[in-house]
């Protein structure tokens, strides 16, 4: 399977843990983006990398997310101090990185903070 | 209608039948657009693109028509299958500035 993989799956903590969350692009992509989905709603941009530079940041991502993708190959997404409000569908998306081409999405990993 | 916290618009077709899923989007500036469907538990998963200097495309059962008047996209669905059913999105792109995602719309597939 040459698709987005993302690790784990499933993901349930207590409320205050630290989580770690990995992206595993498709190889000759050299963007990479971290989406968020809630329930009900679709997917929001939190973070993307040009290779391995983070180029942007939503506002969505407050301090206690932190994204790195080292080697410009696969990324990690860490939520510090979780809240139950961190409750969501994180989704990995790589593209090519040329202009108007689509993102291919992985399956995501879903994190439920009790 | 409108989508209010988790209720999604939802479409119900008879299988066979076609259907069309319909898209506000919010900034006339936007140049690129796509659909995707995504599955229950599963990521969004691309069906077609369009570009702004185009006002329809064709894929394999799929169209899409883009109204840059009334700043409206639609998805054309022919003779819609049951493994059509899933929540549908489309998505809209600035020069520059990442995907943004309207409202999905739930197709459910009457067998």
């Known amino acids: 399977d040459t698709g987005v993989s993302q690790n784990p799956r499933h993901k349930i903590t207590k409320r205050g843990q630290n989580v770690t969350f990995r992206c595993d692009p498709i190889s000759e992509h050299n963007r990479l983006y971290w989406y968020r989905q809630t329930l009900g709603q679709g997917p929001e941009f939190l973070t993307y990398f040009q290779n391995e530079a983070q180029l942007e940041k939503s506002r969505l991502l407050s301090d206690r997310f932190s994204a790195e993708r080292p080697k410009g190959s696969f990324s990690t997404l860490e939520i510090q101090r979780t809240e139950q409000g961190d409750s969501a569908m994180y989704l990995c998306a790589s593209s090519p990185g040329e202009l108007r081409s689509p993102l291919h999405f992985g399956n995501g990993t879903r994190l439920t903070v009790t | 209608g409108e989508s209010v916290g988790l209720h999604l618009p939802t479409l119900s077709v008879q299988e066979g039948d076609n259907s069309i899923i319909n898209c506000a989007y919010s900034n006339s500036a936007s140049d690129y657009f796509i659909w995707y469907k995504q599955e229950s538990g599963k990521g969004p998963q691309f069906i077609i693109d369009i570009r702004s200097n185009m006002d329809k495309r064709q894929g394999q059962r799929v169209t899409v028509l883009l109204n840059k008047t009334v700043k409206h996209l639609s998805l054309q669905i022919a003779a819609t299958q049951p493994g059509d059913s899933a929540v549908y999105f489309c998505?809209?792109?600035?020069?520059?500035?990442?995907?943004?995602f309207g409202k999905g719309t739930r197709l459910s597939v009457i067998a």
């Open positions: 998505a809209e792109n600035l020069p520059n500035t990442p995907l943004v």
